[in-house]
Structures are given as structure tokens and as C-alpha cells.
């Protein structure tokens, strides 16, 4: 569904993505994992276009239909079906949760260049937004700024989902959010329907090893290895990695 | 012909740094702490008026009142940031700029109270008239004066900026209030000092720039234009950002005028508009 | 869930305090007859905050040069008025297109900036246009003002020293052109702007050309200031090179930020209040109005932040 | 007892008509740039109501004081309706600047109000309204005059015209470039400054290159004048070289002073200067720094002090009646002797008509004045007079 080709980017000296290949099929649920500055974030902007990478293609879609997509602006990749929710929150503070989600089915319907007619006549994209909102229980009337840290995390999710993704890429969704509130939230990602695609960078093991279908192990922007949760739970790089060297017995 | 181009390069390098002068403490103030201080012309307009009436009134020698207008704009800046200015620095740029408009309408009006409309004139002193001959060309004394000044206050500035502790403490504090005040910056004084120094440096500038510009209660909006292109074409935060902008735009504008008159008013504006079309931040900016 | 577009139906609603404010704008015609030429130019200066507020209020791009569209207006409508035909209202619809094309035009490179840069660039285009205006004097009539043309009256109705039919027409085209505003700013577009406003950042991560959008909001912004331009050549028969000058795009901004940017009436509030402030104190104190005018101004931003309508709304939010 | 009644009646309306007072609305550029020239102006009236009582035939004058705040054609012509509507003022005075008096003369001319300009230069207001009467000065009266002086007596064959890209610059230009020109003169080329211009050394320096033999300038009032002023001194133009001409604004009182002896042996045209010595104008200079400070007079205060004059004496002459027809035919030919000199209302085009004196700067015990070596008297306004010869 999303398959990257031999990407490539630094910073002056600084690599922060060599040669990656990917390939994401359909409908699979990955976990991206690696120190911090392994480059994971970085990833997810060099694929959504937020950063222009030095070399290397990335194509979107299956089979036929798959179309590369290196070259084009942001927007355009969104509207192809790709989305992604950001580590840090960024939302519309003094905008409602429904006014936020509402413009996001608006823009993926292409009404919202039309400033003639009033919002109450686009009553279906409201309702979409209002179902999705509610899927997630996000509460719909309060301003953005006055939402719970972690119903913040959650509007995140929604105007992703609001654009009605084939892939969705959530950057550390959980982050921030208590223990108790995150298995909720991933619940919520779990019973997304099976035709998504989803990758997800995440920390917490418990969470990788309960939701992920395959995980992939980033390292100084280079792909480790990626496997089942089996092989990757069994090897021992990933340990050392995570835990450098292994100064007590396994 | 080589003769003149020196001379427009001369004027032009002079010109600029009056221009630097007038907007070096606007880069402090909006520069480094991000307030939008529209009232910069105004503490210039304090430090003229302080200098001229020490001038006309008092009978002291012009280099004797630069001092005194640089004193006297800072203490005016301090006062004004303790009463208005403290309680918006995190307020909106917009409600910033409605506060320091509405302080240049009232330092307008109180100038033409107490000094009248009248444009004040003052008499340079011997050695800063007329010109010094060089190499068959003539270059005006007092351009040459304000030439060494302004190098001296960049100097000055650059290196109380960049390489003191106290010069450290501002950045610190400017860059990230609530770290600054983690590590024990006194943040509420350095931006009152700061402050300071901006106000200061604009009462500076306008006792200067009367030989040249005149003065009377009308300044505090007639050159907040030509300083606010300075200040964003130099680049926010960067004082060799505003040297070098006041340097550009000062010689490109003497040139203009000179081989191509036509162009005349056009030219300061096209060449601010082409700068930062091609650098957003300013020249040296950060931000 | 019929909740939804409930909620966003509330918002658009026209309120009762809505309808009150417009009879209230029809009082000077009976009780102060001899203000009408006054309330005409504070029609005409609302609606130029109005078209301002579209950009500073909804989309979130300052500009310090605004007065080039509404100059811009004023000479096209001059121009008109003396080459063409003196007919006002298709005169204000051209010069709402020419307003509106040069907008579009400037927009290409006006909204790729932000901040300080942005204000300057605007500022730049201005200043820039003054003076193309004043060295064209041929065609501007240069700093004496456009001369050898009159608009006698609209739709029949002259325009009289008593300003009744000026402020008739001034209130007229400002009410046509809020309901414009109020439409957009309650429209999908109206909700893109303000994400854009709120989160420029997020808005591609949804799939917004928010580029585009910026355009089209400076173009409408830029037709809307060019009617308010038009306007005040109509009602009086005079331009000059003020129209375009840099007082007037910082006053327009004032009187915005005064009323309170982003509310729709903050630009129609601003503009009652400073102009008939600026009326009264100049009346009383010719010389030194402008110390009342500033202090009106410090007052506001240190007791009513985000202008009189935002301190309102939070002293009742305060009180609730 | 009937006829008594109404004979009654008819004296207090009349008296009544006396009493009431004649309200004069004095619109001038109160703030912003141009607030020093509204200021002097103002100071010029109130001298010559000092000097000369505030009652004339028998009903006090009112003064109803407006400012416009810098050139804003729309809100003076709010204000001067509003005058007429609002204030019922009977006579429209004051107007410092060009766009502000022609959206006036509309007024004056639809309201049927008497209207005195007191400073606008440009020569084609007067034909605003058939209510209006001018009592300063027009730009071709001073610079036509001067052009062909140069040319002529003054033994001028080449000139450079340097002068401010704006209105009145363009005007005074043109005329000086025409008459100059008709009288055997040559332009060796001219250039513009622009309208805000802190600087002028490029401009100085491009002329010191040219090295014409003299050198023609128009900028306005201010800052600037000392400002090139001093740049001249520091490009090294000798003035015994290349001749400077210019307007009376470019060695006014304070242009001079800050100039110091750069001035020296500037010659200027104009048709008033407060160091002349004339009885009537020392009189004038000492009652006017009584009511402004101990300023000096310049050509604003002049303006406004003869504006007064012609009003006083116009309602002399209709006994008090200020309906517009009776108060312009009494000033048409009105003729007086004013600080300035001698002065007339040119019958025909109602504008007015003055001597212009030719001066030179120099030192005179210790201080730069404006000596006048040469006067031509009573001119009329050649482009009044064209436009009169066209109909």
C-alpha cells in the first residue's frame, strides 16, 4: 500500500534516513521502534512530503493503481489517502473538535473553496465528523484548547481518519498519555477497519507486542531489521540496541 | 567620473549608517525581544528635543548632549516598560502594536505642547562643518563623524551582546523566559535593562540625526517607515543584520538618486521589496 | 446527530442584538441630521475595516498596506466617473473587479510570507503604488487630486450638502457587503480560513491547499476594500493621493484592532468609535487631539485586550 | 398701531439681524506634517483681531476652528459642510493646502458661501467657486515672474531645476521653465526629489557635475530646505559660480538658521519676508510675536492676517450682510496696503494681486537676511490671466 524505494536524507553531515526500503501492504498493522534520534520521525515527514528527500521514490497504492508520489505537495498526498497525526499536538486551538474534523471531510470533499453557501447546508459532512468524533468519544462542542491532553491526542486521530486514509501513519499517538488511557486509545486503533493500513511509532513494548501485526527497528536512520513480533522479540540486536551492551546474562 | 562614484559610495555608506543609528535600538527592542515597539521613533524624538534644548537653552556643546539624550530616552523607555510595556510582552503583536501607536500619537501631541510645531534648528559645532579635503574629493565632516559612531556602537553592541555574561543573560531570557528563569536570570530585570538600551540608543539616534533630518513633534511617524524597512531587511534579533541592511538600502538609495533620479522614491522601496522576497528573515535574521 | 449541524447552525444564526445594531445605524437620519456626511465616511471606513478583518481577523496575514485596494477603488472609480459614464453602482462593481484583480494578482507572492516580512511586503506594495500615483499625475492629477469630474448623485437621488443621500448609499452597499462577509466567514471557506488562522501547519496534513485559499481570501479582501474606496469618491466627488497613503492603511489597522479583529463587528465597532472620537476631541482641541486619540487607544489594550468586542465577550464569560 | 407693531418688528429683526454674530469657519492643517503652517496661520488671524477689535459693522466675529489634519480633500469637505449645515457659519476662510481648498470650493460654490484662501497656491482653485477670494499667493504669480527676472535682469542664461516630484513643485517648474525659456534663458535639465527625501547629496552632487551656471529649486517648508542647505556646503557648490534660485520657502526663517552661511548669496522670489522694513509689517512682527510666543511671522501668518483684513473690510462695505453675492462683489478690486506691501483683489479673476521682490541672503549686522535688491510690482496671475484671455 505504501512502499518506499532506497530513500535518502541528511543534514549536512548529520544522516538522518539512508537507503531505507519499505513495504507496506495492505491492511497491516506496523510498529516502527528505535532509540530516540533514530531518525523515526524524520521517516514519516520525508513520506508525507513535510521534508524533500536528498534521493530515493515513494509510491502510494497496489498493484496497477500504485503511483509515485516523491514529487507532490503535501495536500495532494493527503488527498491520495495518505494522513498522519503529529508527536506534538497540533490542532486548532479556539476551533470546536466538530468545526476541526467538519473542515477536514469539507477539504477531502472539495467544498471548502465554496464561500457562498453557509456551513448548516453541508449537514452530512457535519454528521460524519460528529460519527467519528464519536467513535472515538472525543466531545464535539468544547474548544480544541479546552479538550483533556489525551482527548487532544484523540482529535489527532480523528481529523487523520476524517480524511478517509489507505494509509495512516500515527506518530507516537499515545505519547504523553497515562498508561490506562493509552490502551483505550490503541482499542480504538485496533477496531479501525481492516482495509487501513497503519504504521505507528511507539515506545512502550507491552503496547508494540499487543497491537503490532509486523515491527520495524530503526537505528541512525537505517532500517535494523523488521519481522513478526516473534523474530523481533527473539533477536539480539534489538536488545542490544535498546539496551546496549548486555552487561548481565540474558 | 571615479570622483562621484566615490562620493555616492561615501554618501551612500553615511546615509546608511544614519539610517543605522535610527533603527539600531528598534532591533534590540523588536529585534531581540520580540515587542513590537512602534514607539521607537518616539524615544528618538525624546533624545532629539532633550539635545536640542540642552543645545539652544542651556548652551552645551553638541557632543556633550548625545550622552545626556541617550540617557534620557533610556530613562523615559524604563519608565514606559515598567507602567505599559511588561504587562504585554506575552500579549498578541497586534495589541503591541495598538499600545505603541497609541504612545506615538500622545508623545506628538505632548512635543507640540511644550515645543511647539516649530522645526528645530541647531548649529553644528566648527569642526563638524563643512567638508574635509581628501584625494580631490570633499567628504562632509559630520558624515564622517557619524560613520565612526556607528561603527563604535556596533562595536559596542556586538560585543556587550555576544560576549558578556549580562549580553548572555538577555539572549537567554529572550529566547526562553521560563528556562531563563529556571536557571535564575532575573528575567523581569534584564528585559527592564534591555529595554533600556533600545530607548537609549533611539534617543542617540535622534540627537544625531537632527543636523541631517531636522526635527519637530511630526518625526515619531515621518521615519517609522524608513526604520521598520532597516530593521526587517537587516533581519530580527541581528544587529550586523541591521548594519548591513542600513549599508545596502542606505547606498543603493544614494545611487539610485543619483544615476537614475527618475526612479527616485521607487528604488528604497524595490529594494526592500526584493530583499525580503528573497530572504523572508532578513539578511542575518534567525527568525 | 442531528446535533451536529445543530451546533454549527447556532453559530451562523442571525442574532436579535444583530438586527438591533442595523435599526440603530438608520437613528442618525432622525437624530442627528447634521452628522450624516460623518456617518457616511465611518460607513465607508467600517467597511474597509470590514474587508481588512477578512485577512487580519480570519485568515491571520497582517498587512500595513491595505490602503493600495482602497486607493486603488477611489481612482478607479474617479477615472470612471471622468473618461467613462458617471452611473455609481456599475462604477462600484467595476471598481470592485479592478480592486479584486489586483489583489489577485499581488496575492501570488503576498501570501507565501508571514510575520514581519509579510507586514513589510504589503507595506512595500503601497508605498509603491503612492508613488506610481504621484508620478503619474498626468492620469492621477498627482498630489493636487484627480480634478474635472463629479458623481452628482445614485439612482436619482443627488448628493447634498446635508450628506443624507451619501449616508443612505454608504449604509446601503456597507450592509450589502456585510451580509457578503458575514456569508463567507460562515461558509466552508470561511471555516478553512480560520484553521488556517488557528494552525497553518495542520491544515495540509487535512488535505487543505491552503495556499489557494490565502489567495482567494486576498483577493475578496481586496474587492471588498475597493468598493469602500469607490464609495467614498462617489459620496465625495474628491480623490487625492491620500487614498493610498500609509496614515491611512495604519489607521484602517488602528480601528480593526481597536474594535477587535476576527469578530465580524469589531471592524464596524472600531470604526464608529475612532472616527467619532477623532471628530469630537479635533472639534474640541483642534491642536492636540491626537494625545486623546492616544491615550483612547493605550486605555483599550491595557483594560480591554484583543480590542472593546474581545474584553466584552471575556467580561461575560467571566461573569458567567 | 398696526404699522407700529410691524415697524417694531422689522428693527429687531434687523438689530437682531446686527447682533447676531458673523461666524467665520477657519479650517486649516491643525496636526500631522503641515501643523507648524496651520499654526502660524492661525497666530496671523488672531494678531490681526487683536490689532483690530472682534466686531465689524456692528456684529461681533466668531470663529468656528477646524482641522483636517494634513491633505485630505474627503474629510475637509465633510468639514465644510458641516460648517454650512451644522456650525451656520457664514464665511469659509483658511485652506493651507491645495486638494483641501478645491473640495471646499465645491462647497462654497453649492452652499453659496463666501470662501478666502488664505494659503493654497495652485492657480487653478480660484475656479472653484465664484465665492472665493485668494489672499496668498499662486505659484505661477511668483515663479513666472522670477523666470523671466532671471533671464533678463538678473543675466541668467542657463539653468538646472531641481524641485520635489509633487504638485506644486510640477507647477512652480513649469513656470519658471516657460518664462525662463520665453525670455532667452536655456535648461540645462532638471530632476525630481521625492516627496520624503531626508537626503539630497546624490541630487547636489549630480548638479555640482553639471556645473550649470545656475541652478533653479522648489521644496517645501520644513526640515528640507536646511537639509540641502547643508548639502550643498558639503558637495563644494560656490555660490559665485553657479547662481542658486529658489522659492521664498527655501530661505524662510528657519531654514536659515540652520543653514548658517551655506545660504549666503541664495536668491529667492517672493512676496513676503518678516525682516521687511516697512512700518505696517513691524507693527505686524511685534503684535504677532505677542500672540505667538515671540515667533516670528512667515508667509502662513501673512496669509491669514490679510485674509482677515479683506473680510473685515468686506462686511464694512455691506454694512454686515454676509450673503456670498454682496460680500464677493465688495471684494472684487478691494485694494490695501499690507505688511507685505501693497496688495488687490484682481477684480476679474478675484484672485490677488502683489508686488514680488526679488532677495538675495546675506549678513547683515551679524544675521542672514533676505535683502530685497529688486521688485516687480502688482503682478497678476499670468495662468489666471491665459485663462481669462481662453474665454
Redesign the interface.
Known sequence: MLSVKKLNKSFGSLVVAQDIDLALPKGTRYALIGPNGAGKTTLINLVTGMLRPDSGQIFLGEGENQAEITALQPYRRVRQGLARTFQINTLFPRLTALESVTLAVLEREGHAHNWWRGLPAFGPAADEAASILGSLNVPAEKPTRELAYGQQRLLEIALALATRPRVLLLDEPAAGVPRDESAALFAAVENLSRELTVLFIEHDMNVVFRFASRIIVMVGGRILLEGTPDEIGRDERVREVYLGRSRHAA | MFSSLAAVLFDGFAYGMLLFLLSVGLSVTLGMMNFVNLAHCSFAMVGGYAAVTLANRFGWPFLATLPVAFIVAGAIAILLERLLFRRLYRASDLDQCLLTIGIVFISIAAFAWFYTTEQQSTQLPAFLQGSIQAGGMSFASYRLFLIVVALLVTGLLIAGIEHTRFGARVRAAVDNQRMARGLGIDVDRTFMLTFAIGGGLAGLGGALSIQVIGLDPSFALTFLVYVLIVVSVGGLGSIGGSFAAATVLGISDMAGKYYFPWLGAFLIYLVMVALLMWRPVGLFGRR | ?A???E???R??RWRPLETAFWLAALAPFAVAP??L??AS?VAITALFALSLDLL?GYAGL?SLGHAAFFGFGAYSAGLIAKHCWSEPLSALVVSAALAGLLGYALSH?VVR??H??L???T???G??LL??A??A?ALTG????L?GF?VPGVLGFKFD???RTAYAYSLLVLFLCFLVAR??I???????L??IR??A??????????Q??LR?AYT?SAALAGIAGAL?THT????????LS??RS?DV??IL??GG?GRLYGGILGAIIYMVARDQF??VN??????W??????A???FL??GILGGVSALRKKAQ | MLRVILAAALATAFAAHAQQPVKIGLVMTLSGQFADAGNQMHNGVKTYMKMHGDTVAGRKIELVVKDTGGPAPDVAKRIAQELVVRDGVDILAGWVLTPNAMAAGDVSAEAKKFMVVMNAATSVIITKSPYMIRTSVTLPQVMETFGTWAATKGGIRQSYTMVTDYGPGHDSENAFTSAFKAAGGSIAGSVRFPVANPDFSAFVQRAKDLAPESIFIFIPGGAQPAALGKAMAERGIDKKKTKVLGSGETTAEAALKSMGDNALDIITAWHYDYMSKSPLNQKFVKEYQGVAGGRNPDFFSVGGYDGMHAIYEVLKKTGGKTDAEALVAAAKGLKWESPRGPMMIDPDTRDVVQNVYIRRVQKVGGELVNVPFDTIPMVKDPAGERRKAQK
Request: aromatic share 10%.
Open positions: 446527530m446535533g451536529a449541524s451546533q454549527l447552525a453559530q451562523v447634521s452628522y456626511s460623518l465616511q487580519v497582517v507572492i510570507f508571514r514581519l516580512a507586514i513589510m511586503l507595506l512595500g506594495f508605498l509603491l508613488e506610481a504621484n508620478s499625475s498627482g498630489a493636487d487630486g480634478q463629479r450638502l446635508y450628506g456569508r463567507i460562515h461558509s466552508p471557506f470561511g471555516l478553512a480560520r484553521g488557528e494552525n501547519l495542520r491544515m495540509p496534513a487535512i488535505g487543505s491547499a491552503s489557494a485559499h482567494k475578496l467614498l465625495t466627488s474628491t480623490v487625492s493621493l491620500e487614498v500609509f496614515g495604519a489597522l488602528v484592532i481597536l479583529a479635533s472639534g483642534p491642536q492636540y487631539w491626537y494625545f486619540i492616544g491615550l483612547l487607544l493605550v483599550v489594550v491595557m485586550p484583543n
